[in-house]
């Protein structure tokens, strides 16, 4: 994997050994958990997740580095690339630091994503599911070129009521655009 992505504000890098307590802190806080239906994290079931992320051949992982303060916000990757297809069935990111909420940090990661997706690794798709309730991100990927797809009724339980499951995908000519 290249190594280092630079954007405006911040860069990603591969997730490394020193983001565990980041990634522990991040997935131990129900706020930032809720938003990708899981429940917060006891250690050791966070430090199996980060292992896992670590060895993982069919995906990438970065850690999203605010550059000012060089210090790590959250991570952001790609899962379930499927090579011969071209396909990225999973992106996924996670601004950890709830102050940063709002400040477009997510809107830069992605972007700097998708050009490694579209350009570097040569993806012809790129997908991704989001909750019905989360408008921030939805909206987020909407204006990044995302398109909605489809909807698995009734997908997740959070906070003891259903909610729809959004697949968004972009397409390598739409993102050309």
Known sequence: MDSIIVGE???????????????????????VTRFITMKPLPKDEARALFNSLLNDPKGVYFAIIKKDEERA??????????????????????IGDKNLWGHGYGSEATKLLLE?????????????????????????????????????REGRLVDGKWHDVVLMGMLEKEYEK
């Not at 504000?9 to 706020?31: A, C, G, I």
């Not at 997706?117 to 995302?146: C, E, S, T, W």
């Open 116 to 152: 490694y997706g579209f350009k570097r690794l040569n993806l012809h798709r790129i997908q991704l599911l989001v909750l019905d309730f989360n408008k921030r991100a939805r909206n987020m990927y909407g204006k990044l070129g995302f398109v909605e797809e489809g909807v698995q």
């Open 9 to 31: 504000r911040l860069y990603l890098r591969p997730l490394q050994e020193s983001n565990s307590e980041d990634f522990y802190t991040w997935f131990s806080d129900d706020q």
């Open 73 to 94: 916000i959250g991570y952001i990757f790609l899962a379930d690339i499927l090579k011969s297809h071209r396909v990225a069935l999973e992106f996924g990111i996670v």
